[in-house]
Nanobody
Framework: QVQLVESGGDLVQPGGSLRLSCAAS????????MNWVRQAPGENLEWVAT????????TYTDLVKGRFTIARDNAKNILSLQMNSLKPEDTAVYFC????????RGQGTQVTVSS
């Protein structure tokens, strides 16, 4: 069955960095665009970034542009999100989502940015 497992979340100080990973299985990873989305406490799900199936096209919300980098390894079925210059407002549970922003998601990984 389709499985997405996010990891890499942690508590980090403002200005710090984290790298999130999403391990995909149960489907042909290289056939799908992939997304990172996040949900802060009490807030709706928010789109963060998208990468196309081949990995050559990426898009970002203006909130993270220049600070976050989405990437994928289709040989290893891994999606990643490099997050630099983290801000307290980046605090959220981060999910990878298959295909569309509302597509299949994993259980998420908690990112907390706080001093």
């Amino acid at each position: 069955q389709v499985q997405l497992v996010e990891s890499g979340g942690d508590l980090v100080q403002p200005g710090g960095s984290l790298r999130l990973s999403c391990a995909a299985s149960g489907f042909t990873f290289s056939d799908y665009s992939m997304n990172w989305v996040r949900q802060a406490p009490g807030e709706n799900l928010e789109w963060v970034a998208t990468i196309n199936a081949g990995g050559g096209i990426t898009t970002y919300t203006d909130l993270v542009k220049g600070r976050f980098t989405i990437a994928r390894d289709n040989a290893k079925n891994i999606l990643s999100l490099q997050m630099n210059s983290l801000k307290p407002e980046d605090t959220a549970v981060y999910f990878c989502a298959r295909g569309t922003v509302g597509g299949k998601r994993g259980q998420g990984t908690q990112v907390t940015v706080s001093s």
